[in-house]
């Protein structure tokens, strides 16, 4: 799959995973999707900063690309924060609600900015060589497990752009 359609497909996946805990009426329900939130999310970030920006500030976008790892900080601390929230707990519904927002700000901005301008800086071949390397980086991670754990030591800063 090619770069930008696995990133899609993979914002998809986590939209619908905030519908489902919206309309969750148990906490059980909650807390085991949340969890695929967290392990979804953690493994999106960490392949978009290891391998979709360094390419693709390769060749410039580097003001949106700076805004993004701006933005993935902010959702792993509310993430870090919800990791030690029950979904019992009363504030568990509003930081969901909160991390459903900025994700959705997240993705509207990769999908209406950036993706329309690496589409014209990257040629098909690396488009589909690119996605190929995030898929293994991705078997990778998930194999190793609970992908979310790694997300509270990474909220002190944004990652650098390399
Ligand atoms: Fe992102």
Do not use: C, W
Not at 48 to 71: G, M, N, S
């Amino acid at each position: 799959m090619n770069a930008i359609e696995l990133l899609k497909s993979q914002h998809r996946a986590v939209e619908k995973l905030f519908t489902q805990i919206d309309s969750a009426k148990t906490a059980d329900a909650k807390q085991k999707l949340f969890v695929q939130i967290a392990d979804s999310l953690a493994v999106h970030a960490t392949i978009e900063e290891h391998q979709f920006y360094p390419t693709v500030r390769a060749k410039r976008t580097e003001d949106i690309l700076l805004e993004a790892l701006e933005e993935h900080v902010g959702i792993k601390r509310v993430l870090a924060d919800l990791l030690e929230t029950e979904a019992k707990d009363p504030t568990f519904d509003a930081k969901i609600k909160v991390l459903s927002e900025q994700v959705e700000h997240h993705v509207k901005e990769e999908e209406t900015e950036l993706f329309p301008k690496v589409k014209k800086i990257l040629g098909a071949q690396e488009l589909e060589a690119l996605g190929q390397n995030m898929e293994t980086e991705q078997i990778e991670i998930e194999e190793k497990g609970q992908p979310r754990k790694a997300i509270p030591a990474e909220t002190a800063q944004a990652a650098p752009l390399t």
